[in-house]
């Protein structure tokens, strides 16, 4: 079992910017794609952001291009959202996911998940 644990959220500004980041449990991290998603109260969970086994592709929902850029450190079995530009309408609790799939737009071919990081943002 592959354990995932988010940090970094917090309460901010409309503007500020914030990082976010996800710290996997075991050296196979390397092996796995990792995707940020996000879940509004009310609303369904979203794909936010994904990056391949490599770090050499990633992908972005078209709500936070240009805003927000995702990373990872192999080495340190983490994965990172710098999040900036942040609008209330960002705020939302954001899961940190792993996948060996290589479609990373559905939360459905993602194996584990992270329990969230709670991010808001104030108007």
């Known amino acids: 079992q592959v354990q995932l644990v988010e940090s970094g959220g917090g309460l901010v500004q409309a503007g500020d910017s914030l990082r976010l980041s996800c710290t996997a449990s075991r050296r196979t991290f390397s092996s796995y794609g990792m995707g940020w998603f996000r879940q509004a109260p009310g609303k369904e969970r979203e794909f936010a952001a994904a990056?391949?086994?490599?770090?050499?592709?990633?992908y972005y929902a078209d709500s936070v291009k240009g805003r927000f850029t995702i990373s990872r450190d192999n080495v340190k079995n983490t994965v990172f959202l710098q999040m900036n530009s942040l609008k209330p309408e960002d705020t939302a609790v954001y899961y940190c996911?792993?996948?060996?799939?290589?479609?990373?737009?559905?939360?459905?071919?993602?194996?584990?998940w992270g329990q969230g990081t709670q991010v808001t943002v104030s108007s």
């Open positions: 996911a792993a996948s060996r799939r290589t479609n990373y737009y559905s939360d459905l071919n993602y194996d584990y």
């Open positions: 990056i391949s086994w490599t770090g050499g592709r990633t």
